[in-house]
């Protein structure tokens, strides 16, 4: 009554997953594995004059990492926070977790180092349009005396609903300066499979004196439709060589398949799978089926890092609000791969396969 709140929250997904590529690649690191993928503990909530926290931490696998840990201020459409969040990216990043259309987000996402940094932003919320910004410094595991990178990004979506269909256009942009002259990254992504630490593309280790980013992206959901594209490109400036601009995307569309049910959108990016019939009320829940292209272009000029496009088909259950369980499979082309096979090709095809089991409250 007084205008405290506190609230745990949680998540815990389990994954079964494999790849399946040509011999002399995976080698031990292939194959069928299991992992706990997140195990997220954590608390939030409300304080008086409108204030609100969330101190949360993944704690999967015996490792501590801090996720979303932040104090925020608005009593109206604008709001401030301070502490660690998601830098302001596109659709794909910005949509928990919980929600995405496959197991893994684009390949992008990963490749180009989206992470949660800590640092200080804005955003302001009206009903069809959405700004964020922020400036940030590193990820809080990543603090420490050596590290003075700072970061700016920022995005924009015009959200409107027309009758029943929910448009999304939307678009970000990323600067960022390492603030050291020996500073190097490594741009790579897994083949749609965490449970390997296995990447077949892979730039290696390059110079980088600063990074700018910009992404596009678009969404429409009508009834139980729904189409998704987004579109990035990650330009590196060196002190020493040319500077390479890599790129990354995707292209999906869903059909949920149980009458009455449509994929949840909420604030910029999707949300829930709620169905309108759970097991708890005799129904069987709901049942989506979504499609995807993903392409990632980590070549350009001397750096050859690779090609890697996927076609990738997932199968979402969720049986009550908040359990879910999804399972997808991939066929990935690969070329200029980082790993050769047994006789040395560097162009070749893999299949992956996931299955996810997660519950969250």
């Given at each position: 009554?007084d205008?405290w709140?506190?609230k745990?929250r949680?998540?815990v997904?389990?994954?079964l997953?494999?790849?399946d590529?040509?011999?002399?690649?995976t080698?031990?690191?292939?194959g069928?594995?299991?992992e706990?993928?997140?195990?997220y503990?954590?608390?939030?909530?409300?304080?008086p004059?409108g204030?609100?926290y969330?101190?949360?931490?993944?704690?999967?696998?015996?490792?501590?990492?801090?996720t979303?840990?932040f104090?925020?201020y608005?009593?109206?459409p604008?709001?401030?926070?301070?502490?660690?969040?998601?830098?302001?990216?596109?659709?794909?990043?910005?949509?928990?977790d919980?929600?995405?259309?496959?197991?893994?987000?684009?390949?992008?996402?990963?490749?180009?180092?989206?992470?949660?940094?800590?640092?200080?932003?804005?955003?302001?919320?009206?009903?069809?349009?959405?700004?964020?910004?922020?400036?940030?410094?590193?990820?809080?595991?990543?603090?420490?005396?050596?590290?003075?990178?700072v970061?700016?990004?920022?995005?924009?979506?015009?959200?409107?609903?027309?009758?029943?269909?929910q448009?999304?256009l939307?678009a970000?942009g990323?600067?960022?300066?390492p603030?050291?002259?020996?500073?190097a990254?490594r741009?790579?992504?897994?083949?749609f499979?965490?449970?390997?630490?296995?990447?077949?593309v892979d730039t290696?280790l390059i110079?980088?004196?600063?990074?700018?980013?910009l992404?596009?992206?678009?969404a429409?959901i009508?009834?139980?439709?729904?189409?998704?594209?987004?579109?990035?490109?990650?330009?590196?400036?060196?002190?020493?060589?040319?500077?390479?601009?890599?790129?990354?995307g995707?292209?999906?569309?869903?059909?949920v398949?149980?009458?009455?049910d449509?994929?949840g959108?909420?604030d910029?990016?999707?949300?829930?799978?709620?169905?309108?019939?759970?097991?708890?009320?005799?129904g069987?829940?709901a049942?989506?089926?979504?499609a995807?292209y993903?392409h990632?272009?980590?070549?350009d000029g001397?750096?050859?890092?690779g090609?890697?496009?996927?076609a990738?088909?997932?199968?979402v259950w969720?049986?009550?609000d908040?359990?879910r369980?999804?399972?997808?499979?991939?066929?990935?082309?690969?070329?200029?791969?980082?790993?050769?096979?047994?006789?040395?090709?560097?162009?070749y095809?893999?299949?992956?396969?996931?299955?996810r089991?997660q519950?969250d409250?």
């Amino acid at each position: 009554a007084d205008g405290w709140s506190f609230k745990p929250r949680g998540r815990v997904q389990v994954d079964l997953a494999g790849i399946d590529a040509p011999a002399g690649v995976t080698g031990v690191r292939g194959g069928t594995a299991t992992e706990f993928r997140r195990v997220y503990l954590g608390v939030d909530g409300k304080i008086p004059g409108g204030f609100a926290y969330r101190v949360e931490a993944d704690v999967a696998n015996s490792s501590v990492e801090l996720t979303d840990v932040f104090l925020s201020y608005g009593t109206g459409p604008l709001s401030v926070t301070a502490g660690q969040i998601k830098t302001f990216t596109g659709l794909d990043d910005m949509t928990s977790d919980l929600f995405t259309s496959t197991t893994e987000r684009a390949a992008f996402v990963s490749a180009f180092g989206f992470e949660r940094r800590v640092g200080l932003s804005a955003q302001y919320k009206g009903k069809v349009l959405l700004v964020q910004g922020g400036v940030f410094g590193d990820n809080a595991a990543d603090l420490n005396d050596s590290n003075h990178s700072v970061s700016i990004d920022g995005r924009v979506v015009f959200m409107p609903k027309i009758g029943n269909t929910q448009l999304h256009l939307g678009a970000s942009g990323h600067w960022r300066d390492p603030n050291d002259p020996a500073a190097a990254s490594r741009y790579r992504a897994r083949p749609f499979v965490h449970t390997t630490d296995l990447r077949l593309v892979d730039t290696g280790l390059i110079d980088v004196a600063s990074e700018r980013g910009l992404g596009l992206e678009g969404a429409v959901i009508a009834g139980p439709f729904h189409a998704a594209g987004e579109a990035y490109w990650h330009r590196v400036r060196r002190s020493t060589a040319a500077d390479p601009t890599f790129f990354g995307g995707y292209a999906e569309a869903g059909l949920v398949l149980t009458r009455g049910d449509a994929r949840g959108y909420r604030d910029g990016a999707f949300d829930r799978l709620k169905p309108s019939k759970p097991i708890t009320a005799g129904g069987i829940g709901a049942i989506e089926v979504n499609a995807r292209y993903d392409h990632l272009d980590l070549n350009d000029g001397a750096i050859v890092g690779g090609r890697q496009q996927a076609a990738l088909i997932a199968l979402v259950w969720a049986p009550i609000d908040y359990i879910r369980i999804t399972a997808n499979y991939g066929k990935l082309w690969i070329d200029d791969a980082r790993v050769a096979t047994a006789t040395g090709d560097r162009s070749y095809t893999a299949d992956t396969f996931g299955l996810r089991t997660q519950i969250d409250f």
